[in-house]
């Protein structure tokens, strides 16, 4: 069993920056890819960013450009930088990893951009 654990949710206005966290914990070696996706009011989760242990990163289209996944391998930490947040960046964020074909998510937290 993989944990994950977001943190740095919060509200923004446009325009404005916000970075997401999230540390897994447990049977976590042999990770091979973790990622960010969101759910916004009404609509389906979608996949923002993934990041491969090898640091390949792969991003929706709307939201490159402003925002980057990295990992930190020795903290097992994935983290979301996101820039020119919009109001349709509202969502609930969560944290997914994979990990020999298992897909593991955390509880998520809330991005809201208003002004």
């Known amino acids: 069993q993989v944990q994950l654990v977001e943190s740095g949710g919060g509200l923004v206005q446009p325009g404005g920056s916000l970075r997401l966290s999230c540390a897994a914990s447990g049977s976590i070696f042999g990770i091979a890819a973790m990622g960010w996706y969101r759910q916004g009011p009404g609509k389906q989760r979608e996949l923002v960013a993934t990041v491969t242990r090898g640091g390949s990163t792969n991003y929706a289209d709307s939201v490159k450009g402003r925002f980057t996944i990295s990992r930190d391998n020795d903290k097992n930490t994935v983290y979301l930088q996101m820039n020119t947040l919009k109001p349709e960046d509202t969502a609930v964020y969560y944290c997914?990893?994979?990990?020999?074909?298992?897909?593991?998510w955390g509880h998520g937290t809330q991005v809201t951009v208003s002004s």
């Open positions: 997914n990893a994979l990990l020999r074909g298992t897909s593991f």
